[in-house]
C-alpha cells in the first residue's frame, strides 16, 4: 500500500528498479517497483527514482482479474514475506509471474479496492509475462 506507515522492503542506491506504475495518493506519486536485487516489491516515492515515471496509472497495469476466494499477497514470492490481503470479489491487476522448478507460480498483483500488492502463488503461470 502507497504510505510510510507500511511494511517496507529494502532498495539501496545503485539497485535496478523494474517500475511499472505509478498512484498519486496524498500528493505523492508513489512507484510501484519490483527490485531486481532482492525480489522485494512495493511503492517508493517516484522523487527517488532516477528515471522519469512511465505513463501508466497503477489501476490500468496487466491485466484485470478478481479475487475468488481471500488469500495473502507477499512483498516477495515466498511465503515468510511481508503480507498484505486481496479479498473476495476485490479488483486486481495481475502484472506477471517468478515460476518455480514444480510447476507452479508467484503471480505478482496490484489491488485496485485497497491499494495492496504482491505476490499470490498458484498453479501454472497464468499466462501472465516473467517479472
Known amino acids: 500500500m502507497p504510505g510510510t506507515h507500511c511494511n517496507r522492503g529494502e532498495a539501496r542506491p545503485g539497485q535496478v528498479l523494474a517500475e511499472v506504475c ?6 505523492i506519486r508513489w512507484a510501484l517497483v519490483h527490485n531486481r536485487a532482492n525480489g522485494h516489491t512495493g511503492f517508493i516515492n517516484a522523487l527517488r527514482l532516477k528515471h522519469a515515471d512511465p505513463p501508466t496509472h ?10 475468488a476466494e481471500n488469500g495473502p499477497l507477499h512483498q516477495c514470492p515466498e511465503d515468510f514475506c511481508n503480507r498484505g490481503e ?3 470479489l ?13 510447476g507452479t ?3 505478482w498483483m496490484f489491488n485496485r479496492t ?3 500488492e504482491g505476490f499470490y502463488h498458484v498453479s501454472g503461470s497464468a499466462g501472465l509475462p516473467v517479472c
Open 86 to 88: 486481496a479479498t473476495n
Open 58 to 67: 497503477c489501476n490500468d497495469v496487466g491485466r484485470f482479474g478478481i479475487v
Open 105 to 107: 507460480a508467484w503471480v
Open 22 to 27: 505509478v498512484i498519486p495518493v496524498d500528493g
Open 90 to 102: 476485490h479488483h486486481l491487476r495481475l502484472i506477471c509471474h517468478i515460476g518455480r522448478s514444480d
Open 114 to 116: 485497497n491499494h495492496h
